[in-house]
């Protein structure tokens, strides 16, 4: 049973005294006024009401002796009615050490229905029995459950922290234009037409990138931000098409600068939210090396079952998969050659899936007498030399992919995420951060047949990697570093070009005619032709920090109103087709699409 949490104030108003989860043993003999929702009403001759707000929980107590219109009141009341009770605190004879308030209860001499409720379509409990798209629907009553009521609670204090760390450290909070130029940043931007210029068109920031750097040019030195961005791309469980992201940069820093201050930031907000507390740097890891032995650039090292490549064993032995293959790599699983053949299949079906995304499943059960899926092609020495690559014990199990590189590579890296899980090796209690540095600077699309920059386009090419860009761009890398949390990344910047001639040839690499560079990002050259400083920064993204310090799976938990897959707002019921008068006004015209077959 937990103390009452002090407050350097009182939560009474005119219309209560005390919260719901505020009375203890102390408290009784008062009179006490309390409001709240009716979580349940159980009518055994006396009757008992679960009174509840956002703190907690009350029984209310109607004896079956009570004035007959007391207990007519009570027993008229129903699920989720708004009320309020004034009483007396009394000793509960059967007390609950599982309530806050569980030594209480509170006996009514005034019971006033506030608000009564519809029946709601889902219970009000931890352990709903509403689908997702039901509570979403009816999110007002999702919110009241206690799961979803800590999650916003948490972001709010996440929040909070951000702001006095980022402050006590003389950043500055700055607001930054929501309705701004439409400039390509990776993802599809939204656009709002402009009814004052007919033909144009606002977009809503995907980062507020360019506003931050002006800012340094405009002498802040240090900017911070919790900014809503928005992003029209497919959905899943951790993306949402607004999101929120904490957004610093800062001025006359290297790398090494920003590394510091916004370790600091991450060992601040683990301690004042999770209790935990890193006395050692955080570990670091280029890109390169993330790739190589995790097959991601966003390493969960919570786990080791490091990637090993298996080029020179496996060649040559006659087996064309791996013969004809760029890359032959695997992962050694602790424990699981103990699994069936039922399992097997079901694993080497999840590879050919997309969400691992490879063509097929080798495996080798390690031991004294070795055996695999391949044994026709592999010796016993064969496979006990491949087992000895992986320090492999005996019952453990080898899971090898083959194929091109990079296709390989990247599978196999959510292949070992999933065995992790599988294995119970992620465990969401422990948080494991690290950097990864050293990114490529580009990204070759071969469906456009150019290079795009794998950060943005403002990202600073590492001085000594300029002239690559020249004869090998692929191989030039960025001074771009991320912050990747238990295998999520939840942080990423870089080092920015503040010279204008340097970021008019990063233009020209990324295939930007001085023309469309000037139309896009003139306003920022103009600008740095003022003085620009050196200058750095990072983003996290608030509602994915939330999640890892929630230990979920999705953003939506912290989201106070989320969209659905398809994103929907099903409470507001938006998108939503608008007048025709909107239309007229804005000079737009509606084109319905036919549906195929007509």
């Not at 379509?121 to 009521?149: A, C, Q, S, W």
């Not at 990114?439 to 590492?462: D, G, I, K």
């Not at 000037?518 to 740095?528: I, T």
Request: proline share 6%; net charge negative.
């Amino acid at each position: 049973m937990e103390p009452v949490a002090e407050v350097p104030y009182s939560r009474a108003t005119t219309r209560r005294t005390h919260t719901c989860g505020e009375l203890r043993q102390s408290d009784v003999g008062k009179e006490v006024t309390l409001c709240g929702w009716v979580q349940v009403v159980r009518d055994k001759q006396s009757v008992f009401i679960s009174l509840r707000d956002r703190y907690g929980i009350t029984q209310i107590f109607v004896d079956c002796a009570a004035e007959e219109e007391i207990l007519k009141q009570a027993r008229s009341l129903g699920r989720e009615f708004v009320i309020s009770v004034t009483g007396k605190v009394i000793e509960r004879a059967a007390k609950n050490p599982n309530m806050d308030t569980g030594d209480i209860e509170v006996v009514p001499s005034k019971i006033e229905t506030l608000s009564p409720s519809l029946t709601p379509p889902f219970k009000i409990e931890d352990k709903t029995d509403g689908l997702e798209e039901l509570r979403m629907k009816h999110r007002y009553l999702d919110i009241r459950r206690n799961p979803v009521r800590d999650s916003l609670l948490l972001r709010h204090k996440v929040a909070q922290a951000v702001r006095k760390y980022l402050s006590d450290r003389d950043f500055v909070e700055v607001e930054t234009p929501v309705l701004i130029k439409s400039t390509p940043e990776g993802a599809r931007d939204f656009i709002v037409p402009s009814r004052m210029n007919p033909g144009t068109f606002y977009a809503l920031p995907q980062s507020p990138q360019t506003f931050k750097q002006i800012l340094m040019v405009a002498g802040i030195d240090r900017y911070f931000q919790i900014a809503k961005c928005f992003r029209d791309e497919e959905l899943r469980a951790d993306r949402q098409p607004e999101f929120t992201q904490i957004d610093c940069e800062m001025s006359f820093v290297t790398q090494e600068d920003i590394l510091n201050m916004f370790e600091g930031f991450m060992k601040s907000i683990l301690k004042e939210i999770k209790g935990i507390e890193f006395a050692e740097d955080f570990p670091r890891m280029t890109y390169a090396d993330a790739m190589k032995y995790y097959g991601i650039d966003k390493p969960d090292i919570r786990f080791d079952m490091k990637l090993v490549e298996l080029n020179e064993l496996a060649k040559g032995k006659g087996f064309g998969v791996f013969d004809n293959a760029e890359l032959i790599v695997g992962i050694c699983a602790p424990g699981m050659g103990s699994i069936n053949k039922s399992e097997i299949t079901k694993l080497t079906t999840l590879c050919k899936s997309s969400e691992i995304g490879t063509t097929g499943l080798i495996w080798i059960k390690a031991g004294p007498e070795p055996t695999s899926s391949v044994d026709k092609f592999y010796t016993k020495d064969d496979l006990t030399k491949i087992c000895e690559a992986f320090n492999a014990n005996a019952g453990d199990m080898i899971f090898i992919f083959s194929g091109k590189h990079e296709e390989t590579q990247t599978a196999m890296g959510r292949f070992r995420n999933h065995i992790g899980s599988r294995l119970n090796l992620r465990d969401p209690a422990v948080f494991k951060p690290l950097w990864v540095v050293d990114f490529p600077l580009l990204e070759w699309l071969p469906e456009e047949n150019r290079w795009q920059a794998m950060h943005h386009p403002f990202t600073s090419p590492m001085p000594e990697d300029i002239p690559l860009l020249d004869t090998e761009p692929g191989k030039a890398r960025a001074v771009a570093y991320d912050l990747v949390l238990n295998g999520v990344e939840v942080g990423g910047g870089s080092i920015r070009i503040h010279q204008k001639e340097v970021q008019q040839m990063m233009f020209k690499h990324l295939g930007f005619t001085p023309e469309s560079a000037e139309e896009q990002f003139g306003f920022l050259m103009k600008a740095f032709e003022y003085g620009a400083p050196p200058h750095g920064g990072i983003a996290f993204g608030l509602d994915r920090l939330c999640t890892l310090l929630g230990g979920v799976e999705s953003i939506r938990n912290f989201i106070a109103f989320p969209k659905n897959n398809q994103g929907r707002d099903t409470m507001i019921d938006a998108p939503s087709t608008v007048s025709q008068a909107q239309l007229t006004e804005l000079n737009i015209d509606v084109v319905k699409k036919e549906k195929a077959g007509q």
